[in-house]
DNA sequence: CTAAAACCTGACGTTGACGTCAGAGGCAAG
DNA sequence: CTTGCCTCTGACGTCAACGTCAGGTTTTAG
């Protein structure tokens, strides 16, 4: 085992995590409980994660931002772990592709609306 | 006073708002409730919209659908109305737009991100 | 006239991703 | 040893845009 690996593998606590990741803790016990991320435990009993759980935590708030819901975000994690999918999964992947792609197209016609008053507004002082 | 503006004038139910609108009549209901949609009474209490409140409410729906609040909506109602602004509501309207903004970014990096997954899993069965 | 459909007010329920509080340990520093 | 910070497990609170139910009135169709 190399002196990188063995960094790779240097355990991390709870706290360093949610800084890491720009989260709370209680948003990273959440994903916990969700089936998100596993943690290995401490003699005492204390949660302690490899570091790419920074990585992966970032990837959740991606998905949050997006509007998947954890329980679809656990469904389709093994895509991402494995490369492999079933065709469940990827009628969901591509559904939530559609909804994704919708929804841009929502928020650039909220856009143009807005965008339209603010000329508006600015040149009608 | 013509027959368009007689026609223009004419006054509907709050159903047919809502079906015209693709809401439901609580939602309908909600809108006055936040102080958005205003409607006159029937002699019997019920409520009584003009015809464009239909383009209103699929207003508000736009609106929702990009993030904003009714509290927020209604404190921009009057931009739509008056056309004009004060210095408060020209701040509203470009902290609102680049807040959509900034989602659309967010959602096209998300969508960037499950079209590599896809991109993958339908070349790897 | 009567039954169905639509409307009313008021109030509690839902959903998702956490926030927050209580009470109890755990851990390095001085 | 104790001070202070971190962590633990519950468990209740939050927010927004409605859904839903109860119990009653009004309008419409036949």
Excluded: N
Excluded at 19 to 29: H, Q, T
Excluded at 42 to 71: C, E, H, I, K, N
Excluded at 106 to 116: I, K, P
């Amino acid at each position: 085992m190399t002196v990188t690996e063995a960094a790779a593998d240097r355990l991390v606590r709870i706290g360093e995590v949610a800084r890491g990741a720009g989260v709370s803790v209680r948003a990273v016990r959440y994903y916990e409980q969700q089936g998100l991320l596993i943690a290995e435990r401490s003699p005492s009993g204390q949660r302690l994660y490899r570091q790419d759980a920074v990585t992966l935590v970032r990837f959740f708030q991606q998905m949050f931002a997006a509007g998947l819901t954890s329980r679809r975000i656990a469904e389709l994690l093994p895509c991402w772990d494995s490369g492999h999918t079933d065709a469940e999964q990827r009628a969901m992947l591509r559904a939530e592709r559609d909804r994704i792609q919708a929804k841009v197209d929502d928020l650039q016609a909220a856009l143009d609306r807005l965008d339209e008053v603010i000329a508006i507004t600015d040149t009608h002082p």
